[in-house]
């Protein structure tokens, strides 16, 4: 199965908690879009990957991780209200073929 456009959301308590997840998604060649907010292309088995490892850092407390693959269609019917943020500025958007 080809990639799919995966967002990765998150709220985190702990200041260093929440670096270590967001070094870790920069290191699965996600990009940052908001704070809490990383996007990229990843297949099944990177998605996969990408979950068991940050089912590794969640342990206990209020913290959330959620995981949404999306297909480039539903991608492009993406509102923006504001300035993009983060890696996004200047972005022409995210494709995968």
Known sequence: ??????????????????S???AFLKSKGLRR????????PL???????VVAG???FIKSGRNNIQVYPLTQ???????????PLYDEAGDEGLVVT
């Open 43 to 49: 297949t099944d088995s990177q998605r996969m990957d």
């Open 33 to 40: 879009i908001q704070y809490s907010a990383f996007i990229g």
């Open 73 to 83: 269609a539903s991608y492009n019917m993406r509102i923006v209200v504001g300035n």
């Open 20 to 22: 270590d997840v967001a």
């Open 1 to 18: 199965m080809p990639p799919l456009i995966t967002l990765v959301i998150y709220d985190i308590e702990d200041d260093k908690l929440r």
């Open 54 to 56: 940050l089912r590794r």
